[in-house]
């Protein structure tokens, strides 16, 4: 229902963040959002689509997450071609100097659970 979407977008933003800590991600600017958001993006989806799902073992499911992560792969693609161009890089270089500044959140050392390695 729409009036869980807030909790239901927390929860996979969270989830996300979960798996990327796990994998030991370190980016600390815009990327630590980016990988987020592609995550939470392919996840959500999945997870939608799979609530529908009535195939056997889910097949239908695995099919529609290797096209989501397909897709995923050809968007940064797109990207790393436009940024190979002269013009393209150049194009981008404004925004990317104000985007430069955006960093990751960092949470209070002082939270328990922490490692302090």
């Given at each position: 229902?729409?009036?869980?979407?807030?909790?239901?977008?927390?929860?996979?933003?969270?989830?996300?963040d979960?798996?990327?800590?796990?994998?030991?991600?370190?980016?600390?600017?815009?990327?630590?959002?980016?990988?987020?958001a592609s995550?939470?993006?392919?996840?959500?989806?999945?997870?939608?689509?799979?609530?529908?799902?009535?195939?056997?073992?889910?097949?239908?499911?695995?099919?529609?997450?290797?096209?989501?992560?397909?897709?995923?792969?050809?968007?940064?693609?797109?990207?790393?071609?436009?940024?190979?161009?002269?013009?393209?890089?150049?194009?981008?270089?404004?925004?990317?100097?104000v985007?430069?500044?955006?960093?990751?959140?960092?949470?209070?050392?002082?939270?328990?659970?922490?490692?302090?390695?």
């Amino acid at each position: 229902l729409p009036l869980h979407g807030p909790d239901g977008a927390r929860a996979i933003w969270g989830t996300a963040d979960a798996i990327w800590v796990a994998l030991g991600d370190t980016s600390e600017d815009i990327n630590w959002y980016s990988k987020r958001a592609s995550l939470s993006a392919v996840y959500g989806a999945t997870v939608l689509y799979w609530l529908g799902d009535d195939s056997t073992g889910h097949e239908a499911t695995w099919d529609f997450l290797d096209r989501r992560i397909e897709n995923v792969m050809q968007f940064e693609k797109a990207k790393a071609t436009f940024m190979a161009n002269p013009l393209g890089k150049a194009l981008i270089s404004g925004p990317f100097k104000v985007l430069e500044r955006i960093r990751a959140p960092r949470l209070p050392e002082d939270l328990p659970g922490q490692s302090r390695t």
